[in-house]
Each structure stands twice: as C-alpha cells, then as structure tokens.
C-alpha cells in the first residue's frame, strides 16, 4: 500500500463568473490564480453562477450552479461528489452568499474543512430575507450559522473583528488576514512606459493623473474627491481618471457637468480585473475618500464603510501615494504620513490641500509610493497563502 500522502485538495466557491470588477471579486481572481501557480493546495474546482459578462476574465474548471443552489444545498452536495472531494479537504467560501446551506453542508461533510470569508459589510447588512423581517434575527442567524457550522471565518480588517465581536460571533472562529495584491503585476513602471500607457488609453501625457477605482456606491464618496478638484487651484495640472460603474455614475455625470469638468475627468466605466494594474502604472495619485452611510433595509438600518480597501493595496503596490479618509478599516491599510495621508471624512478642504500637497512635490509623492510599496509586498498573494494553508493545516490536525 502506498504511503505517498494525497495532496489537500480547495474547491473556491464564487458569487458570480466571469468575474466583475468589486473587491470580493478580486480576491477571488487573485486566489484563483495564486492556487493554479502554487502547488500546495491542488485546486480541483470553481463553483459559481454565471454572471453573462463578455470580454470579462473566464476562470476555468468551473461547475455552474443556478441561483436557487443558495437555498437548495443537494447542488453542492452533487459539486462535492463529482469533485470526489475527501476528509480534510477545503471549500473556500468567498463570500457569504451561500450562508443558508452551510448548515446542511456541515452536516453531510462533517470532516471537509469550511473556510468563509467576509467582505465586512455582509454580516451587518444581512440580505437574506427568507430568515426573517428583523434585520438582528437575519444577523443572528448568519451569527450562529458561522459558531456552529464554519471551521473559520477570515476577516479583512481589525475594524470588521471588532464590529464581529459585537454582533456575537466567537472570537476562535474568527481569522484576521488583510490585503491579497499581485506585487508582481502591480508594480511602478519607468517613466517611459507610464507615457506608453497613457497614449495607448488616451489619456494626458503632461498631466498629474489622480486615480478613484471603486465600485459608484455612494459610501465611495467620489463626489467629494470630484468637488475637491473642482475647488484646487492646481486644477489645470490635473487630470481625474475614475474607474467603476454602478448605480451613482449617473448622479456623479451630472455633477462633472455642473462643475464643468468634462475636460479634466475620465470615466472609464468597468474594466476586467486582468487589466486594472496598468491604469494603476499610468497614474500619479490614488484618491479614495470613501465616508459613513446609514443604509436602511427591511427591518433596521447598519453603517456601512470601506472595512478594508483592496484598492489601496493595487495602490501601493504600484508605489502610488494614497489620499484616503479615516474611515472604518482604512487605517489598517493606509499607513497615515507614509504609504499616504488620512484625512477626515466628507472634508472637501483637506482633500483638495492634500491633492495640492502632493501635486507641488514630487519628491514627497516618490517617497510615499516607495513605502507603499514596502508596504504592500507584505501582503501579497504568497505570503496570504501561506497563512491560509497553515491555517488548514491547524484546522485539520484538530479533526
């Protein structure tokens, strides 16, 4: 009888595919592609729903599931079978849209190891109204489905532990792993080819380029960043690149109007995620000034914020300076006076002193990129995989 041990096997399980552009998506791309290059986890599938999008990136090995796999776990139970996956074995959750069948999961795969991970947003919002028309009694829900049936919850921040812990979820369920960046595919670029890139994107060759990438949400508060630039005095040195779509871009349109700043301000729409970091390459300045809402949905309200921020990582792996607000988990991510300036929210006057701050010394912006980008390269992709397969391994061991 062989004693050759078999390799652990990882099936990630998405939201959607191709993937959009969004945070919790590229983590998802980003993992996807660190698991098929690093030979210590075999990735032996992708779960998901189809999402239609065209020209977005294709992750293969993919079984595609209908939406209502959310509420009828006998779908998973059939993906969990034809992958032939064993005790010890890892479903990596990549998002907590699939919270409701975990409990029978658990039950008929009591050995498979059940990694979740949350946005930070999430458990607050509890969008799943199936389990009740209280907004606490849906979080108590998803709160005791995690204490009971999760092996491991990965968190992105101290800011979202800290809310965690007081919405009730065990603090040893808990595991805080913040960042998860491409340091080789997010890097500075020399001078010749950040003008190569701008040509090619018909962008300004002479211009300080400031960077937004976010979904247009209005927590995202890129209406402050556009009024901040429309009130600088260094405005004919700028040019305002803004990547993202989503249900502000119409309201944000309007606003670049008001102000008359069509000429100055490019709006990209979405882009594919394999092509982010050249947009990062060609900028300057990354600018995310993202505030606190009060979101109301069935049943109560919650704040939400920018728990993390994997923007800032893209950011200062491509050693650009961060302009940030001091909000939620930003300060884990934003080192304030050197990987970049924290400012306070829904401050239009700070922002647009930074902006100019920045603008007028090229030696503070080279400075600040290149900590940055210390920074970042202790949170790329190797280092996270690393700390997700130890912890397997400890959560398998205790098996």
Not at 93 to 102: A, E, G, K, P, T
Not at 135 to 161: E, G, H, P, W
Not at 254 to 278: A, C, F, N, Q, S
Request: proline content about 3%.
């Amino acid at each position: 009888m062989s004693n050759i041990k078999k390799k652990q096997k990882i099936v990630l399980i998405v939201d959607y595919h191709p993937l959009a552009a969004g945070g919790m998506e590229a983590h998802a791309y980003e993992l996807y592609k660190i698991l098929k290059r690093k030979k210590r986890l075999q990735l032996c599938g992708i779960i998901g729903f189809s999402s239609n999008k065209k020209n977005f990136n294709y992750i293969d090995k993919t079984i595609v599931l209908p939406p209502k796999a959310t509420f009828q776990p006998s779908f998973i139970f059939k993906a969990i079978k034809e992958l032939k996956l064993k005790d010890g074995d890892i479903l990596f959750f990549n998002s907590l849209y699939w919270i409701r069948v975990i409990p029978e999961l658990k039950k008929k795969f009591p050995k498979i190891i059940f990694l979740l991970r949350s946005g930070g947003n999430d458990i607050a919002q509890a969008q799943i109204e199936d389990k009740g028309k209280i907004l606490k009694k849906r979080r108590r829900f998803i709160v005791n489905t995690i204490n009971k049936s999760a092996d491991l919850l990965i968190v992105n921040s101290r800011y979202s532990y800290r809310k965690f812990c007081g919405f009730g979820l065990s603090k040893n369920k808990m595991a805080i792993i913040k960042g998860g960046v491409d340091t080789e595919r997010f890097k500075p670029v020399l001078n010749q080819e950040k003008v190569r890139l701008r040509k090619k994107f018909g962008l300004p060759e002479n211009k300080i380029i400031i960077l937004s990438s976010c979904r247009l949400v209005r927590f995202k508060g890129i209406d402050y960043v556009i009024k901040a630039i429309s009130q600088s005095n260094k405005k004919s040195s700028i040019h305002y690149l803004l990547i993202g779509d989503g249900p502000e871009k119409e309201k944000l349109m309007r606003l670049i109007k008001r102000l008359r700043l069509e000429d100055i301000i490019t709006m990209t729409g979405e882009v594919p995620i394999g092509l982010m970091h050249y947009y990062y390459q060609l900028s300057d300045i990354y600018c995310h000034a993202p505030i606190l809402t009060r979101n109301f949905v069935l049943g109560g309200s919650y704040i939400h914020t920018e728990t993390m921020g994997r923007s800032f990582y893209e950011a200062m792996s491509s050693a650009l300076p961060v302009i940030a607000t001091n909000v939620g988990g930003v300060s884990d991510v934003v080192k304030n006076k050197k990987s970049g300036v924290l400012v306070p929210a829904r401050n239009i006057y700070s922002l647009k002193k930074e902006m100019e701050s920045l603008i007028s010394n090229k030696s503070r912006r080279k400075e600040m990129g290149l900590q940055g980008r210390k920074i970042a390269k202790n949170f790329s992709w190797e280092i996270l995989l690393k700390k997700y397969y130890l912890l397997t391994k400890l959560k398998n061991e205790k098996k």
